[in-house]
């Protein structure tokens, strides 16, 4: 008499570790939690289990203080050696010191990577993974307005700041705050199906393949240098943008040769005068493709482009959209 055949086990479903950190953005917490919680209500409508085990973890008991005050607790405290399959760390606003001083995080990170464990991190939660030394030769990303600090502090990282999302294999590194999104349906296609992370990103009305962050940088002039020869130069460029650009203007204007403008306009900015110049134009560009319905043609004569072809060009080289798929996706009017 042959037995019965028994039932494959279910497979283990996959453990996240959701870590809350003090400042952190909440909705980075929990947002993760309510997307994988999704996948899971779908994988059962579809008559499967459960792929995903998600969890607000600490080091340490007790609730941190999200950046708007709202108490976030954790669900478990990590024990010792118990090792996660994914560490996600969240999205933080007003607290980077904080974040580069969580030196018992860092630590506990770059363990659970040596034990096997995949780690991802949102805007500055990607300066702790730097901390913890799992971004060293790698590409990642940040917020668009950390990367320049990201540099600084950790130059043997490949920073790509107008991606939205780097995925390395074991490290995923995530842009802006809502990025969470991208970065867990990516996670969803990953480590269960593309299939259910479509499905997912329809129930949540979530737009799925977003790429880029360059859309949504802003280019503000740094004026904090404490150089006042270049202060008149950047004065003098931002009030004749719609104009010819000449260097030795710019350099008369401030009281220094060419060449030395050229070098001290690189150290206080970061830009030479023509790329400042370009990011400036493309920054009034963007704010008149938002409040304006002036045609396009139009805003490249007004911000200084004889030639709309090499504006539209160069517009989508500094955004990653053409000036019409900017306007459409950010206008005001």
Same mark, same amino acid.
């Given at each position: 008499?042959?037995?019965?055949?028994?039932?494959?086990?279910?497979?283990?479903?996959?453990?996240?570790?959701?870590?809350?950190?003090?400042?952190?953005?909440? &909705?980075?917490?929990?947002?993760?939690?309510?997307?994988?919680?999704?996948?899971?209500?779908?994988?059962?409508?579809? $008559? @499967?289990?459960?792929?995903?085990?998600?969890?607000?973890?600490?080091?340490?008991? !007790?609730?941190?203080? &999200?950046?708007?005050?709202?108490?976030?607790?954790?669900?478990?405290? %990590?024990?010792?050696?118990?090792?996660?399959?994914?560490?996600?760390?969240?999205?933080?606003?007003?607290?980077?010191?904080?974040?580069? $001083?969580?030196?018992?995080?860092?630590?506990?990170?770059?363990?659970?990577?040596? %034990?096997?464990?995949?780690?991802?991190?949102?805007? %500055? !939660?990607?300066?702790?993974?730097?901390?913890? !030394?799992?971004?060293?030769?790698?590409?990642?990303?940040?917020?668009?307005?950390?990367?320049?600090?990201? &540099?600084?502090?950790?130059?043997?990282?490949?920073?790509?700041?107008?991606?939205?999302?780097?995925?390395?294999?074991?490290?995923?590194?995530?842009?802006?705050?809502?990025?969470?999104?991208?970065?867990?349906?990516?996670?969803?296609?990953?480590?269960?199906?593309?299939?259910?992370? %479509?499905?997912?990103?329809?129930?949540?009305?979530?737009?799925? !393949?977003?790429?880029?962050?360059?859309?949504?940088?802003?280019?503000?002039?740094?004026?904090?240098? $404490?150089?006042?020869?270049?202060?008149?130069? @950047?004065?003098?460029?931002?009030?004749?943008?719609?104009?010819?650009?000449?260097?030795?203007?710019?350099?008369?204007?401030?009281?220094?040769?060419?060449?030395?403008?050229?070098?001290?306009?690189?150290?206080?900015?970061?830009?030479?005068?023509?790329?400042?110049?370009?990011?400036?134009?493309?920054?009034?560009?963007?704010?008149?493709?938002?409040?304006?319905?002036?045609?396009?043609?139009?805003?490249?004569?007004?911000?200084?482009?004889?030639?709309?072809?090499?504006?539209?060009?160069?517009?989508?080289?500094?955004?990653?959209?053409?000036?019409?798929?900017?306007?459409?996706?950010?206008?005001?009017?």
């Amino acid at each position: 008499m042959s037995e019965t055949p028994r039932p494959a086990p279910s497979p283990q479903p996959i453990r996240i570790a959701v870590l809350a950190l003090e400042g952190c953005v909440a &909705s980075s917490v929990a947002g993760p939690l309510d997307v994988f919680a999704a996948a899971n209500r779908v994988s059962r409508d579809l $008559g @499967q289990g459960e792929p995903f085990a998600a969890r607000i973890v600490r080091l340490e008991p !007790g609730a941190v203080r &999200s950046f708007h005050g709202l108490p976030v607790a954790p669900q478990q405290v %990590a024990r010792p050696g118990e090792r996660f399959d994914l560490v996600l760390v969240p999205a933080v606003f007003d607290n980077l010191a904080g974040v580069v $001083g969580e030196r018992e995080a860092a630590a506990w990170l770059a363990a659970q990577h040596a %034990a096997g464990a995949r780690v991802a991190g949102v805007c %500055a !939660g990607a300066f702790l993974l730097a901390e913890a !030394g799992l971004l060293d030769e790698r590409e990642a990303t940040t917020h668009w307005a950390l990367a320049g600090e990201f &540099s600084r502090r950790y130059p043997r990282v490949a920073l790509k700041p107008e991606l939205l999302l780097v995925d390395t294999g074991d490290v995923l590194t995530a842009g802006g705050v809502t990025a969470y999104l991208d970065l867990c349906l990516h996670l969803v296609a990953r480590l269960a199906s593309p299939e259910l992370a %479509a499905l997912c990103a329809k129930v949540l009305l979530v737009e799925p !393949g977003r790429r880029f962050q360059a859309p949504f940088a802003l280019h503000t002039a740094p004026r904090g240098h $404490g150089d006042a020869a270049i202060l008149k130069a @950047q004065d003098w460029l931002e009030a004749h943008l719609a104009g010819p650009i000449r260097i030795a203007d710019a350099a008369k204007t401030a009281s220094l040769g060419e060449r030395t403008l050229l070098r001290r306009f690189r150290k206080a900015t970061g830009d030479t005068p023509l790329d400042y110049v370009q990011r400036l134009r493309i920054e009034s560009a963007k704010r008149l493709l938002e409040t304006t319905p002036r045609t396009v043609d139009d805003i490249a004569a007004v911000v200084g482009y004889a030639d709309p072809t090499s504006f539209r060009r160069l517009f989508k080289a500094r955004t990653g959209l053409t000036p019409d798929g900017y306007r459409r996706r950010f206008t005001a009017v």
